[in-house]
């Protein structure tokens, strides 16, 4: 089992950057494709990024695309999701989570939440206009 514990949330104003972290402890974290979701007041929560194990595969919301960069350091059993140019409309509980599968590489359905098996609790992003 993976534990995963997410960082970096905060508030921040519009057009403002944050890099959110995620800390992976437990096994065999370095074999998981990982992503990062988010989850609105009142709302489903919805996927934000990808990254394969290698980092080499990376897929991203249309909504976040040339905006947001998920990486990863292996050695340090860290995932990141650097934010910038933050709107109001990215303030959210954000979460990372662990592919359920461990072939490292992200699932065809990686935007669906059901293709994740670990989640963090969350960290609070609040952008303000």
């Known amino acids: 089992q993976v534990q995963l514990v997410e960082s970096g949330g905060g508030l921040v104003q519009t057009g403002g950057s944050l890099r959110l972290s995620c800390a992976a402890s437990g096994r065999t974290f370095i074999t998981y494709a990982m992503g990062w979701f988010r989850q609105a007041a009142g709302k489903e929560r919805e996927f934000v990024a990808a990254i394969s194990y290698g980092g080499r595969n990376r897929q991203y919301a249309d909504s976040v695309k040339g905006r947001f960069t998920i990486s990863r350091d292996n050695a340090k059993n860290t995932v990141y999701l650097q934010m910038n140019s933050l709107k109001p409309e990215d303030t959210a509980v954000y979460y990372c989570?662990?592919?359920?599968?461990?072939?490292?590489?992200?699932?065809?359905?990686?935007?669906?939440?059901?293709?994740?098996?670990?989640w963090g609790q969350g960290t609070q992003v609040t952008v303000s206009s």
């Open positions: 989570a662990t592919d359920r599968s461990r072939s490292g590489s992200i699932s065809t359905t990686y935007y669906l939440e059901n293709s994740y098996g670990s």
